[in-house]
């Protein structure tokens, strides 16, 4: 069900019912009425289209009126028309099994669509109708391609021979700088690359070609420059650069002159002169430098204190087309296509689909991702056209930062593989593939980068570029280009998309200067419309907070260079309208400079189409806030990955998905989604089974802040998660042998019976990232559960690990032996701390005689510390859990209500809508879900919903914060719709409680018995 329609249906629920909800009056105990299909899903998707999957899974919701229905049969068709059965036909199959059921027909083919229905039988014999007609279509599965890896090469040239250079000293001041060149003949192309640290400006025969103002570590990156139109017989180079710190100082440049009968080249070394004075004209040809001295050659580049962490700057996006002519009727039209990193496709001047930032970000050298597009529309007889514009993403990234996402093994220029292929009425196909007559040019987008945005030159943008007749004469033939080295494989989740359009206020901050609100913080990007004279610049710099003078607040000291979240038009004639293609940023305001007037702009929301799963209402509108706003940042960071950030880093933290997976899938729909990150999981594994802390990784984080088991056990963990929430036992099969090899790798690091981690309960209060105390405790805890974990899945898949459950009790035995003293605490760490508690009580690790002391002491540490937290990401994912469970829920009440820092009522009380990294209002980020996790203890112990297994076979209602008036929550499950709603009426707790069919639900009464229930509506009172 798409978040739209579930939200329509439970808004329509409430409705009908008198608020507070759960009051209602119970409907009376009724048999079960007959059993009907209600929905049917493949693969977890309501239809599909282009699957690689050999064999989909098939699953249906029931319902029927009453109580106590059940399945007790089912029968299948399969087949390649609506109706028909010539592909499969199951027959009857007794059992009650509604999810994961694998197709088990005929061997399927390529490029088919496939139609199918179920029905089932109920408790008493009786079939139900035949659920309305579904269908999947397979992709490729595996044939040939007969298209080819083409786009552009890179142009740029290296610094191969170049050598820095300076002054003899080094002081924070600026040199002058000078070197010429005499041809033999005019030059046919000149290019050159440069960099300075710290910036600089440079000179080809008196024209400025290159300037680089001062910005932090702006000498990783190479500027780059074509200056032929500049170059003749005698090339003079002058450059100014400044030292703007005491230590290393150097320019470093190279050029390359193509001449009739060879190639000339000059690079900084031996031979260029420098000033520590400027002089009038110093950068013409004409100047007289002889007074100039020697420059002093320093280190060859790739060597000194730079190394070789130089990267030359990007090239604009390229745009490439591909005419044909179709003599034929069109019956059909499929587009199978994967653009690296991501692309723009449209035919006949149409866009194709709705999709952006697509295809998904994988490990390129393992899987690279496909989509298939239904183009019927597009196509048509005659004369057609296809255009393609690709962006860099990762795999092309040019941006030098912290995480080396600009030198991954994989890394290339961006590249496009398609075939379209197009049936006929005849039965004939055509088909359109990728080669090497395809035709290319560099496009209006000048740069486009994850981190610091995008430039778009509207004047250089072609008119009619991807319809026929264009005239593209002047464009180069495409290039083959090497494929790369992943598996190609059809995009199964859902795709990224525009999912609404957000209208801001916007105000003057000063003459030229415009200030946006989007009054929400979000992920996406912004659209203009812009009416300005040609060749006006126009920037729009991104973020989630404001300076003290009103100006947007935006920098990241992970990204080299000053330029962060900044999008740059430059307007050609008339009304333009942009939006970007290639980047997404994380804001709530943006700054507008270049115009005169304000600007028409559109903030457009931009995540991972992820279904929403849930509603949660409560009587406690502190507890709405906290619901609403974990939702939102959960989904600004859906790119395809689950990421820490949208705003600085976009990385897929390990440790954030661990902690966050409970509440995302109570929230979200997130089986397609966090399948897909588990191959991600899987393609990180290096040869010695060591996961990296993010994922994917392009190298960093095997050896950086890692190992640390408390974030690379999210692996058992979310497929531990996966079978509890979707029943889902493929995965754990799939993934056995990497999911076995990993925690063997964790073993074989065990120090002393301990496991060792880098990072700990990160980011607790007054911290600047790791936590003060002996981060071996949540090392340890977290193994612990992953062996766990583990051996459940284990044996639902058939394949005991005994050794998991052993080294577990090891591990226990060893950890309650060295940290449990009365209370759990380290020799490190003088200080009491909540996380070292909770975290065993939340694990179950406590031995038995000790569990309520360790929780009577959490308890009354909380209370003498005014009801704050003093944890980070891991203990916030489980403290209040742990207090209510263990009979203090008034405590975890009283701390998920506190305003004053450090709480999570804080950030609210300071204007949040969403969640933060940090507990103090001086955060960073924003946009941070991994200590929002206190909407876990929302759904499970304020409205009392608790997952059980098995997809939800079986659940535990058990609401734990009765001192709220009422709450409800409603969960689309992979049985049905769970209900659960509880009210005070009269001093007692009126519970009601709907169970799907397939489900039975162990109830909690507060203040009451247990009861266990099957299908139906039930309403208890406590």
Not at 308 to 324: I, S, W, Y
Not at 477 to 502: D, F, M, N, W, Y
Not at 775 to 801: C, M, N, S
């Amino acid at each position: 069900m798409r978040r739209r329609a579930f939200l329509k249906t439970s808004a329509a629920g409430l409705s009908m019912t008198a608020l507070p909800p759960g009051v209602a009056a119970a409907e009376p105990d009724g048999k079960a009425g007959g059993v009907r299909v209600e929905r049917t899903t493949v693969e977890y998707a309501d239809t599909l289209l282009g699957t690689d999957v050999a064999q989909p899974r098939l699953s249906w919701v029931l319902t029927a009126d009453g109580t106590g229905a059940r399945q007790t049969a089912y029968q299948v068709e399969v087949g390649t028309t609506p109706g028909r059965a010539d592909v499969w036909q199951s027959g009857r199959v007794p059992s009650d099994h509604t999810t994961g059921i694998a197709f088990a027909g005929k061997e399927l083919k390529p490029r088919t669509r496939y139609h199918w229905r179920v029905r089932v039988w109920d408790g008493t014999g009786r079939p139900s109708p035949w659920s309305k007609p579904s269908w999947w279509e397979t992709a490729l599965l595996g044939t040939p391609w007969q298209a080819s890896w083409i786009g552009a090469t890179d142009t740029a040239i290296d610094f191969t021979g170049a050598r820095w250079i300076w002054s003899a000293t080094t002081p924070p001041e600026t040199r002058w700088f000078r070197t010429a060149l005499d041809l033999p003949a005019d030059a046919v192309r000149a290019r050159l690359v440069a960099t300075a640290d710290d910036d600089f400006t440079l000179y080809v025969n008196g024209t400025e070609v290159v300037h680089v103002p001062e910005q932090v570590d702006i000498w990783k990156v190479g500027q780059r420059a074509d200056v032929t139109h500049l170059a003749g017989r005698r090339v003079v180079l002058a450059a100014r650069a400044t030292n703007r710190s005491a230590g290393p100082a150097g320019l470093l440049l190279r050029l390359v002159a193509d001449l009739p009968d060879g190639q000339r080249e000059i690079v900084t070394g031996p031979g260029w002169k420098v000033t520590d004075t400027e002089q009038p004209g110093w950068h013409t040809p004409a100047f007289d430098d002889t007074t100039w001295l020697q420059a002093t050659v320093l280190d060859p580049y790739g060597q000194g204190p730079w190394g070789a962490n130089v990267t030359v700057k990007e090239q604009p996006a390229p745009l490439l087309r591909k005419e044909f002519t179709l003599t034929k009727p069109v019956t059909r039209a499929r587009l199978y296509l994967s653009g690296l990193a991501y692309h723009e496709t449209e035919i006949n001047g149409r866009r194709v689909g709705d999709r952006v930032l697509d295809p998904g970000f994988t490990d390129y050298d393992n899987t690279v991702l496909y989509a298939t597009h239904d183009v019927t529309s597009l196509v048509r007889r005659g004369a057609n056209a296809i255009g393609v514009t690709l962006g860099r993403g990762f795999y092309g990234m040019k941006t030098p930062n912290v995480w080396r996402w600009e030198r991954p093994p994989w890394h290339d220029e961006p590249k496009l593989l398609a075939q379209l292929e197009i049936d006929h009425p005849d039965g004939t196909r055509t088909t359109i593939n990728s080669d090497d007559q395809w035709r290319l040019t560099d496009g209006p987008t000048i740069s486009n980068s994850l981190y610091t945005g995008e430039t778009y030159d509207a004047r250089r943008a072609p008119q009619g570029w991807t319809k026929p007749g264009f005239n593209d004469n002047t464009w180069q033939r495409t290039t083959l280009r090497p494929a790369p080295r992943g598996t190609l494989k059809a995009q199964e989740h859902e795709p990224i998309r525009v999912i609404e359009s957000v209208t801001p206020t916007v105000t003057q901050l000063k003459p030229g200067v415009f200030i946006a609100d989007m009054g929400r913080t979000m992920s996406g990007w912004t659209q203009l419309t812009v009416t300005a004279p040609a060749g006006t610049i126009v920037r729009l710099k991104h973020g989630e907070t404001l300076n003290s003078d009103g100006s947007v607040h935006m920098d990241n000291g992970h990204v080299s260079g000053g330029r962060i979240q900044l999008d740059e038009y430059i307007c050609a004639t008339g009304t333009g309208v942009w939006e970007p293609k290639f980047s997404y940023k994380g804001f709530r305001y943006v700054e507008v400079i270049g115009l005169t007037a304000a600007p028409s702009l559109v903030g457009r929301l931009v995540h991972s189409d992820v279904p929403e799963a849930s509603t949660f209402r409560c009587s406690e509108p502190l507890f709405e806030q906290y619901d609403a706003a974990m939702r939102r940042t959960v989904a600004n960071n859906l790119h395809g990955i689950p990421t820490d950030t949208p705003t600085y880093e976009k990385n897929g933290w390990t440790g954030d998905a661990q902690v966050g997976a409970p509440s995302m899938l109570a929230e979200f729909d997130m089986a397609r989604f966090f399948t897909k990150w588990l191959a991600d999981l899987a393609d990180s594994q290096d040869t010695a089974g060591q996961l990296p802390v993010i994922v994917p990784s392009g190298g960093w984080g095997y050896r950086e802040l890692a190992p640390a088991p408390e974030w690379t056990t999210v692996y058992p963990f979310v497929l531990r998660e996966m079978y509890r929430i979707y029943g889902d036992t493929r995965l754990p099969e799939q993934h056995w042998p990497f999911l076995t090899k990993y925690l063997d790798w964790e073993i074989a690091r065990l120090r002393d019976g301990l496991a060792v981690t880098a990072l700990g309960d990160f980011l607790p209060p007054g911290s600047g990232g790791i936590p003060p105390e002996d981060t071996r405790l949540t090392a340890t805890a977290y193994l612990y559960r992953a062996l766990v974990h583990a051996a459940e899945l284990g044996d639902v898949i058939g394949k005991p690990v005994p050794h998991y459950r052993s080294t577990a009790a090891s591990l226990l035995a060893t950890f309650n032996r060295t940290f449990l003293d009365g209370y759990y605490r380290t020799s490190r760490d003088p200080d009491y701390r909540q996380t070292s508690n909770a975290i065993p009580l939340a694990f179950g690790m406590v031995p038995a005689g000790s569990v309520q002391t360790v929780a009577d002491k959490l308890a009354t540490e909380i209370r003498a510390n005014g009801n704050h937290v003093n944890v980070g990401c891991l203990g916030a994912s489980v403290l209040l859990q742990a207090l209510s469970d263990n009979g203090h829920a008034d405590v975890a009440h009283a701390m998920a209500v506190e305003r004053s820092y450090p709480s999570w009522g804080h950030w609210f009380s300071n204007g949040a809508d969403t969640m933060w990294e940090m507990w103090d209002t001086g955060t960073r980020s924003r946009n941070h879900y991994f200590k929002g996790t206190v909407v876990q203890w929302l759904y499970e112990h304020v409205a009392g919903l608790r997952p059980g297994d098995a997809g939800f076979r079986t659940f535990v209602v058990r609401p734990t914060a009765t001192s709220l008036s009422w709450a409800r929550l409603e969960f689309e499950s992979v049985r049905g719709r769970i209900v659960v709603a509880w009210t005070k009426v009269d001093g007692k707790v009126r519970l009601t409680v709907e169970v799907p069919v397939g489900s039975t639900a162990e109830v909690h009464v507060p203040g009451g018995a247990v009861r266990t229930v099957g299908h139906g509506r039930w309403t208890f009172t406590g």
